[in-house]
C-alpha cells in the first residue's frame, strides 16, 4: 500500500543541478530575445524583498512572485504573514488566451482604448474544433464553420501586436510548454490548466479574461498570497506507473478542495527523475484539486527539453539564474504543510466517474466496478488532450500498440487519439508512432482540445449509461459528449491503451491476460517510451505559427456585423450603488443551488462554444444543469412575481430573463466550492448580465471567486454553513454593513438582512475575502470600469 504522509511544516533544501548529459538535439534555434526571462532583474528585485523580509528562507514559489510584485513595499509591508494572508500586486511577463476565452478578453481589452498589450500575449485556437471524423476532415469543417470567430481574433491579434496561432496549430498549454514556458517566470493564462506550463519551473496561473486584462493593459494583477504546500517525492516510477498516476492519486489524498488557495510545490529527489513533460502532466492536474498552480525545482530534464525544442538560450539564462539560487527552494524554507509521496510504491490509479478526485488504485478498480453494479464493459478509450500528449505519452501507447499488433490484436472499442500541437503531430508521425497506432485501429484527431471539452460529436450511447476512459484531467457529467449517463474515468494513456483491447473496465493489464485468436494468452509487457525523440523534434506544417513578436498594425480594422450570432460588443456593466448609498439594493433570490455546481454547470461549453463571443446568446445556458435544493429539480426556478399569462416555475435563465426585464436585481445562495473546474469568465459574466449582485456560498472556487468580483458580483461566505438552508427563493436579501466595509473602516462585517416569504425577518453573518481594490471594481460595477476610468 503507498504510504502518503503529511506534516504542518518541514525544510526544503534544493537540489544541485549537474551538467546536463542529454543526447538530444535541436535541429533548429529559436528567436528567444523575447522568451528569455530578465533574471538580472527578477533576482535584484527578489534581494530587495529578502531585506524586507529579514532574510528568511523562502520557497521557489515565494521567490517567482515576490519577484514580480509591482510594489514590493506596498505589497509587504506591516510585517504579519503574508501567505494566505496579504493580497499581491504582481506584474505577470506574459499572457496566453484559448480561441474560446480570447472572444472576451479581447472585446474587454479593445473597450479600454488601448493601441498595443503591456506584455507579450498569445491566442491559441483550439478549444473551437470538433471531433467527428478525423483530423483532416475536422479541421477544415471547423475552420469553415467557425470563420468569422477566427477572423475576428487574427484581426485584433494583428491590431494590437498578438502573436496568433492558427487552427491546426494544437492546444494551448502544449504550445505554451513548447514555446513560451521558461523557469522562474510568472505567466496568465485564460484556462484553467494554465498550470501545464509549470512542469519547466515557473508559475503559470490561470485566471479569467478579465484578470488577463490587467496584465494586457499593464494594470497591477492583484493575487491574495497562497499557502504553499510541499510535496516530497522519493523513489521512482517503475512498472506501468507514471506521472499521471502521481496526480491522480494525490487528487484522492487532496480532494477538488484541498489546494483552493495554495500552490503545491514538489521537491526532493524523486523530482529529478520525471521528464519535463512528465512534470507538466502534474501541473495540469492540480487544477482538479483547486491550486493556485504548481511549480518544481529546475532540472537537468528541463534544461533538455528547452535544448530539444529550440530554446538553448533560456537555457543557458536558466542555468546562471540556478546557480544564484533563484530557481529552487532556499534551504531551511518551511511549508505551510508537506505530503510525502514514495513514487516506488505508487500504482496505476484510476479515478472517476464524474468527479477527478474520487481514485481507486487498479489492483482495486474491478472489485470497484462490480461492487457499484456497473457493466463490466468500455465503450471508448481516449488518449492524448493538453494533460497527457508529449512525445514521452505517445512512444509509450505506441509501445503497447506494437505488442497487441504483434500478437494479432486489435482495439475492441473506438480508440481515439489527440496530438497536443503539429510538432508533436509531425513528430508522431515521421517516427512511425501514428501509423503504429492506426494500424492497431486508433483514429487520430485534429490537434485540439477535442472530446476533452466536449467538442465530440458521438453518434452511439445516446442517453445510455455507459464508460469511457480517458487520459484526460476532468470528468464532470456530460462533459465530453453531452451525455450524463456517460461516466469518464481518468486513468494514464497507456491504462487507457491497454484497456482498450480488452473492453472490459475491470481488465488490469498488469496481471490480467487478454486471449489471442488462436486461444493463447497474452499479456502486456511494461510499456517503455522515450521522453524526446532522438532525432530532435520537426515543426510540421509551420503555416499555422505566427510570426514573433509582431509589431501591432493600427490601421486593422476589427469587424463585428450588427446581426452577429457569435459575437456581440460588450456594454459596460452599471454600478450597483448610483445615489442610493453604498449598500446593495434589496434582492430578490432567484435559487437555492444544491451541491456540486462547477462552471460547466454554470455555463456549459459544448455546443455552446459557438457562442463564447455573444454574451446574449450564451447566457441562454445559464446553470442549466444545476439543481434547484428546493424541490431537487434540474434547470427549475420559481417566480413568485410572474405576470398575467406566466407560470410560477419556468428554466433557470428565463427566470433570471424575468427578473431582469422587471429591473429586479438578485442573488444565489449556493453549496460549497462554487464554480470549481475552469476558468471560464462566462459563468461570473452571464449572471452579472441578468442582473446579480451578489452570491453568497458556503464555499467559492478560487477563479471563479476572483472571476464574479471582475464583474461586478459580490461573493459572500456563510460565517456558519448551516444558514445555507435557511434562505430560499423568493426571500428577500439586504447587506448591512456593506458601506462600512467600503469605506474602509477598521474589522468591518457584512451581514445580511433576510425577508422571508411569510414575513419572517432575521440577520446572518457572512465572510468575505474583498481586497482594497476589489471593492473599488465593485463600486464601479466591474473591474473594467474602473481600469477604464483610471486609464482615461
Known amino acids: 500500500m503507498l504510504s502518503t504522509t503529511l506534516r504542518s511544516s518541514a525544510l526544503a533544501a534544493g537540489p544541485t543541478l549537474r551538467r546536463s548529459l542529454a543526447t538530444h538535439t535541436p535541429f533548429y ?122 477572423d475576428f481574433l487574427e484581426s485584433a491579434a494583428r491590431k494590437y501586436g498578438i502573436e496568433f496561432w492558427k487552427p491546426g496549430s494544437g492546444i494551448i498549454h502544449q504550445i505554451v510548454l513548447e514555446n513560451y514556458a521558461a523557469p522562474g517566470i510568472l505567466m496568465l493564462g485564460t484556462d484553467s490548466h494554465t498550470p501545464n506550463a509549470g512542469g519547466l519551473g515557473l508559475l503559470a496561473i490561470g485566471v479569467g479574461g478579465a484578470d488577463a ?41 487532496l480532494t477538488v478542495r484541498g489546494g483552493t488557495g495554495r500552490i503545491l510545490e514538489y521537491f526532493g529527489p524523486g523530482v529529478a527523475n520525471q521528464s519535463c513533460t512528465g512534470l507538466a502532466t502534474v501541473a495540469n492536474m492540480g487544477a ?96 492524448g488532450s493538453c494533460t497527457n500528449s508529449s512525445y514521452e505519452d505517445m512512444t509509450q501507447v505506441a509501445d503497447l500498440a506494437k505488442q497487441a499488433k504483434a500478437a494479432g490484436l486489435v482495439t475492441k472499442v473506438p480508440f481515439l487519439c489527440t496530438p497536443g500541437s503539429e510538432q508533436i503531430r509531425a513528430t508522431m508521425e515521421r517516427d512511425g508512432i501514428t501509423s503504429t497506432l492506426e494500424d492497431v485501429g486508433a483514429v487520430v484527431l485534429a490537434n485540439a482540445c477535442g472530446p476533452c471539452i466536449g467538442q465530440w460529436k458521438r ?117 450597483h450603488f448610483g445615489n442610493r448609498g453604498l449598500e446593495l439594493p434589496p434582492l430578490k433570490v432567484l435559487m437555492r443551488v444544491r451541491g456540486k455546481c462547477t462552471t460547466d454547470h454554470i455555463s456549459a461549453a459544448g455546443p455552446w462554444l459557438k457562442y463564447k463571443g455573444h454574451l446574449t446568446n450564451i447566457s441562454e445556458n445559464l446553470l442549466i444543469t444545476a439543481v434547484n435544493d428546493e424541490g431537487g429539480d434540474v434547470n427549475v426556478a420559481f417566480d413568485y412575481d410572474q405576470a398575467t399569462g406566466e407560470t410560477d416555475t419556468d428554466t433557470i435563465p428565463a427566470v433570471a430573463k424575468r427578473f431582469k426585464a422587471r429591473n429586479e436585481p438578485w442573488t444565489l445562495v449556493v453549496d460549497d466550492n462554487y464554480g470549481e473546474g475552469s476558468a471560464r469568465e462566462h459563468a461570473a459574466l452571464q449572471p452579472r448580465f441578468y442582473g446579480c449582485a451578489m452570491i453568497v456560498a458556503r464555499s467559492f472556487a478560487r477563479i471563479h471567486e476572483t472571476n464574479l468580483k471582475k464583474q461586478g458580483v459580490l461573493p459572500l461566505w456563510f460565517a456558519d454553513k448551516n444558514d445555507y438552508s435557511r434562505i430560499g ?58 481600469i477604464r476610468s483610471q486609464l482615461s
Open 29 to 150: 534555434e529559436k528567436d528567444c530575445s523575447s522568451i528569455t526571462p530578465p533574471y538580472a532583474q527578477l533576482i535584484g528585485k527578489l534581494e530587495h524583498v529578502r531585506e524586507l523580509l529579514n532574510n528568511r528562507p523562502l520557497t521557489l514559489a515565494e521567490k517567482i512572485l515576490y519577484s514580480h510584485l509591482n510594489d514590493p513595499e506596498k505589497s509587504l509591508s506591516g510585517g504579519g504573514k503574508i501567505r494566505g494572508e496579504s493580497y499581491l500586486q504582481l506584474t505577470p511577463q506574459r499572457v496566453a488566451m484559448q480561441d474560446a476565452s480570447a472572444q472576451m478578453a479581447l472585446l474587454q481589452f479593445m473597450s479600454a482604448g488601448l493601441s498595443q498589450c503591456a506584455v507579450p500575449t498569445s491566442i491559441h485556437c483550439d478549444h473551437l474544433i470538433q471531433a467527428i471524423n478525423g483530423a483532416e476532415s475536422d479541421l477544415k469543417r471547423s475552420i469553415t464553420s467557425n470563420k468569422e470567430v477566427f
Open 459 to 575: 453518434d452511439d450511447m445516446k442517453d445510455e449509461e455507459n464508460a469511457i476512459l480517458t487520459s484526460f484531467n476532468r470528468n464532470f457529467k456530460s462533459r465530453n459528449d453531452g451525455n450524463r449517463l456517460t461516466m469518464n474515468f481518468l486513468a494514464s494513456p497507456t491504462i487507457v491503451t491497454a484497456m482498450a483491447f480488452s473492453g472490459s473496465l475491470s481488465f488490469n493489464p498488469i496481471t490480467d491476460t487478454l486471449t489471442l485468436p488462436s486461444g493463447k494468452p497474452f499479456r502486456f509487457a511494461p510499456p517503455a517510451g522515450q521522453d524526446l525523440p532522438t532525432e530532435g523534434f520537426t515543426q510540421g506544417n509551420t503555416n499555422y505559427y505566427p510570426s514573433p513578436t509582431p509589431e501591432p498594425q493600427p490601421e486593422t480594422e476589427i469587424i463585428i456585423c450588427a446581426d452577429s450570432q457569435r459575437l456581440e460588443l460588450l456594454e459596460p456593466f452599471p454600478s
Open 288 to 383: 482538479e484539486v483547486g491550486a493556485t498552480t504548481s511549480t518544481f525545482p529546475y532540472t537537468e530534464n528541463m534544461r533538455a527539453y528547452l535544448n530539444a525544442t529550440g530554446r538553448a538560450p533560456v537555457a543557458r539564462a536558466a542555468d546562471h539564474a540556478a546557480s544564484m539560487g533563484f530557481l529552487n527552494a532556499d534551504k531551511g524554507a518551511e511549508y505551510d504543510e508537506v505530503i510525502e509521496i514514495n513514487l516506488s510504491e505508487l500504482e496505476p490509479t484510476i479515478n472517476g466517474p464524474f468527479t477527478p478526485d474520487l481514485a481507486t488504485p487498479l489492483s482495486k478498480f474491478g472489485s470497484f466496478v462490480k461492487e457499484q453494479g456497473w457493466k463490466d464493459e468500455l465503450s471508448a478509450g481516449l488518449i
Open 213 to 253: 486584462v490587467d496584465a494586457m493593459t499593464g494594470t497591477p494583477w492583484e493575487l491574495k498570497a497562497p499557502q504553499v504546500v510541499g510535496i516530497h517525492l522519493t523513489g521512482k516510477l517503475s512498472g506501468w506507473a507514471t506521472p499521471k498516476d502521481l496526480i491522480l492519486h494525490l487528487a484522492g489524498k
Open 729 to 786: 427563493s423568493g426571500d428577500v436579501v439586504q447587506t448591512i454593513g456593506l458601506a462600512d466595509l467600503i469605506e474602509g473602516r477598521q474589522n468591518a462585517e457584512v451581514k445580511l438582512k433576510v425577508t422571508k416569504r411569510t414575513g419572517e425577518v432575521f440577520e446572518i453573518l457572512t465572510k468575505h475575502t474583498m481586497s482594497e481594490d476589489q471593492l473599488k471594481w465593485l463600486r464601479a460595477g466591474s473591474a473594467l470600469n474602473f
